[in-house]
C-alpha cells in the first residue's frame, strides 16, 4: 500500500500535500500528461479557479480510464501563470479532490503556457500496488 510520509524533523506541509509518497515494489505506475482547462469539448474554462477545477476533472477522468482513483494520486506538479492564483488554485483542489488526498506536490509560477489563455496546468502520477 502506497505510504504518505512527513518526516518529523522537516516542517509541516504548507498545504495539502505530503513531503514524500512511498510506493511499493511491483506497483502499477500511471504518468498523466499536463492537464488544463478545456472540457470535453475542447472549451476552455473562464478564470484561474475554473479552470484548475477542469483540470483536476480532466486527471480524475484519467485515473478512471486507467482503473483507478483519486487514492492513487502520488504527485502533482502544478503550474500557475500568476501568484494571485493560489488561493484560486487551493480552492478548486479542496472542491475537486478533497482533503483526504494528499500526495507529494510542487507548485511553480511560470511566465506562460502553451496559450496565453490558459492560467493553470497541472500534471499527475499515480501509483497502484
Not at 513531503?19 to 475542447?42: F, M, N, T, Y
Not at 502520488?74 to 475537486?96: C, E, G
Request: glycine share 8%; net charge positive; aromatic share 6%.
Amino acid at each position: 500500500m502506497t505510504e504518505f510520509v512527513n518526516p518529523k524533523s522537516s516542517f509541516k506541509p504548507q498545504g495539502a500535500y505530503s513531503h514524500s509518497v512511498r510506493v511499493p515494489a511491483g506497483a502499477e505506475w500511471l504518468v498523466i500528461a499536463g492537464q488544463v482547462g478545456l472540457d470535453g469539448k475542447g472549451k476552455l474554462q473562464a478564470g484561474a479557479r475554473k479552470q484548475t477545477e477542469q483540470a483536476f476533472r480532466n486527471i480524475l477522468a484519467c485515473l478512471k480510464e486507467n482503473g483507478m482513483t483519486k487514492k492513487h494520486l502520488v504527485k502533482f506538479t502544478v503550474f500557475l501563470t500568476d501568484p494571485r492564483s493560489i488561493d484560486d488554485y487551493r480552492a478548486a483542489r479542496k472542491k475537486v479532490i478533497g482533503d483526504a488526498t494528499l500526495p507529494a506536490s510542487t507548485l511553480l509560477i511560470i511566465d506562460g503556457l502553451a496559450s496565453p489563455d490558459m492560467l493553470v496546468e497541472i500534471e499527475a502520477t499515480a501509483a497502484k500496488a
